[in-house]
């Protein structure tokens, strides 16, 4: 089971691009990197997997260097909206069961 | 498609009484899990179920905590007796898939309070 580590709290300005690494020093091979978003009084939902180098979508961009052994997640342009907690998780998207955890997640906040 | 279900939102106890929260899965999806979510521990796994199979219930915090998955779109938390350390908020979810790295998808959650 691939540990992560990341950052318990993070502040930032609005309009400024926000990255949020994760280390994940064990991660075995067939395991992807995957990121959730959580807003108060909601449940976390999902905003991106990726397994090697660059992944981007309509809400961020996943950055994975060569060794896997971290990864970055980037929240370009950030607006008050984004302040909420974002959990890093590694584990297999195919095949059996494997145990994945959310932990205590970063804590963003966006500051006006 | 109305997403993750749970009922009741909000539930307030006293210690010792029964609390049973609910849970109703998006159609299709053929896995389960129980969250617990504190300020201290923050959002841990209780159960995993498949195809309404427990696969893995090591996360239940003692004897006290029950799930059932009689069906693919009911499961029930239980909680009897009931105590203090149990207020927390209770999220279920679910996804298509056996491995736990697919997306999943999170209800609203039931926050409970035992006073």
């Known amino acids: 089971l691939a540990k992560t580590t990341q950052p318990i709290s993070m502040d930032s300005y609005e309009g400024q691009e926000v990255n949020i690494t994760c280390s994940h020093n064990n991660i075995a091979t067939n395991d992807y990197i995957t990121w959730y978003q959580q807003f108060p009084s909601q449940g976390p939902r999902f905003i991106i997997q990726g397994y090697k180098t660059k992944v981007t979508n309509e809400v961020a961009s996943l950055f994975i260097p060569a060794d896997r052994k971290s990864s970055t997640l980037s929240l370009p342009r950030v607006s008050l909206s984004d302040t909420a907690v974002y959990y890093c998780l590694v584990g297999v998207n195919s095949g059996g069961y494997q145990k994945v955890t959310f932990g205590i997640g970063t804590k963003l906040q966006v500051i006006p | 498609d109305a997403g993750v279900i749970q009922s009741p939102r909000h539930e307030v106890t006293e210690m010792g009484q029964e609390v049973t929260l609910r849970c109703k899965p998006i159609s299709g999806h053929n896995s389960l899990f129980w969250y617990r979510q504190t300020m201290m521990r923050g959002l841990e796994l209780l159960i995993y179920f498949n195809n309404n199979v427990p696969i893995d219930d090591s996360g239940m915090p003692e004897d006290r905590f029950s799930a059932k998955m009689p069906n693919a779109s009911f499961s029930t938390l239980k909680i009897q007796p009931s105590e203090p350390r149990d207020s927390a908020v209770y999220f279920c979810?679910?996804?298509?898939?056996?491995?736990?790295?697919?997306?999943?998808?999170f209800g609203p959650g039931t926050r409970l309070t035992v006073l």
């Open positions: 979810a679910s996804s298509l898939g056996l491995a736990g790295a697919r997306e999943q998808f």
